[in-house]
């Protein structure tokens, strides 16, 4: 008899709510078997007709509820350090929504904690590895058929910002998939991180500087650029050019259906990231419960959750200098060679 993998969702807020029924209608070999929210009515609406599934207000009661075998973290960033730990010390397969925490400290002592318990238990959240044009890009880099990788250019716009983010979270929320991104594509770490602040846009709430442009190098001296600009009104898209030795290559452009009709011809813009990577998220946490389930994880691990923390630390330094801020990394341990 195959296992099902019986899955508690700890935040059922944007994410978790969308993991939530993804968990529950398209993926193959896991249940919702508990949702947890502090607002425990958001809990309870959520696994409205899951059968079996439990509404909770305390992750500690999920994680030593003897019916949950894997936990879904999609709670704010600064609740993560304390469930990861959590959850690593009963030894059971975790998602954890990116970043893995919100400091480059907190990152490292969840990379100890895993280190010490000897297996890679967390996968995190970094969607876009799995989106199809992005592996596609990817495995071009890798067969060499265009030459040698030289430059990223990487677009990355959002319509309109939530309440409370900050300056810094256009590092530490919006450009750490660019960090993970440059590294999944070039097999590399980052060495430095630069940021340019020109001319903002009126439409950006107080305090926020935006869009701002960041330059990342990386050991080889691939140069990568990331526009981030989260208030960019007419929609989402996340877009990069690769240019090769022999040539270019363009993914995250738009998709048809292409119209013509009533005098006008084009298509849709993508509203968010929830529609933009929707197969790519489904892919995610497939491969997270197929892995999990052979004990394993199936993308990302602690440790490019740590290297892109170290990265928005240098973001948020350059932030503030505008300086080119070197990435400190600590040595990688073994169980991630
Ligand atoms: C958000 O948290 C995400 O993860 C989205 O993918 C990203 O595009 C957005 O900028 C973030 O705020």
């Known amino acids: ?23 529950n209608t398209r993926i193959s070999g896991a249940d919702v078997a508990a949702v947890v929210d502090v607002d425990l009515a958001r809990a309870r609406a959520a696994v409205d007709g899951i059968p079996d599934a439990v509404a909770l207000a305390d992750a500690e009661e999920a994680l030593n509820n003897g019916d949950v075998d894997a936990v879904l973290i999609a709670t704010p960033g600064f609740l993560h350090k304390e469930l990861l730990l ?26 100890q904690a895993e280190e010490k318990l000897g297996r890679k238990r967390i996968q995190v959240g970094f969607m876009r590895r799995f989106d ?22 990487h677009q990355h716009r959002n319509p309109t910002t939530p309440p409370g983010f900050t300056n810094e979270m256009l590092i530490n929320d919006s450009v750490v998939h660019e960090f993970d991104a440059v590294r ?22 107080a305090g926020q500087h935006d869009p701002q442009h960041v330059l990342i190098e990386t050991e080889s001296g691939v140069l990568a650029d990331v526009e981030i600009y989260v208030n960019a009104r007419f929609g989402y898209e996340v877009a990069t050019q690769a240019a090769f030795e022999e040539g270019t290559v363009s993914i995250g452009g738009d998709h048809g259906p292409y119209v013509r009709a009533g005098g006008r011809w084009g298509g849709n813009v993508t ?67």
């Open 86 to 111: 959590a959850a690593i010390a009963r030894d059971i397969p975790i998602l954890c929504e990116k970043p893995l925490t919100p400091d480059v400290e907190s990152s490292w002592q969840v990379v």
């Open 132 to 153: 199809a044009e992005y592996l596609a890009l990817a495995a071009m880099i890798r067969n060499g058929e265009l030459g040698d990788l030289l430059m990223l250019h």
């Open 184 to 205: 999944f594509f070039t097999g590399e770490e980052i060495t430095s991180v630069q940021v340019r602040l020109g001319k903002p846009t009126k439409n950006a709430p």
């Open 271 to 337: 509203p968010g990231f929830e529609e933009r990577f929707a197969k790519a998220y489904d892919a995610e946490i497939q491969s997270w419960v197929d892995a999990a389930l052979r004990g394993e994880i199936g993308g990302p691990s602690a440790w490019d959750g740590y290297a892109t923390a170290a990265c928005c630390a240098a973001g948020v330094e350059a932030q503030k200098n505008g300086e080119k801020v070197p990435v400190r990394l600590h040595a990688r341990p073994a169980l991630y060679a």
């Open 1 to 23: 008899m195959t296992k099902t993998l019986r899955v508690a969702v700890i935040g059922a807020g944007r994410m978790g709510a969308d993991h939530i029924q993804r968990l």
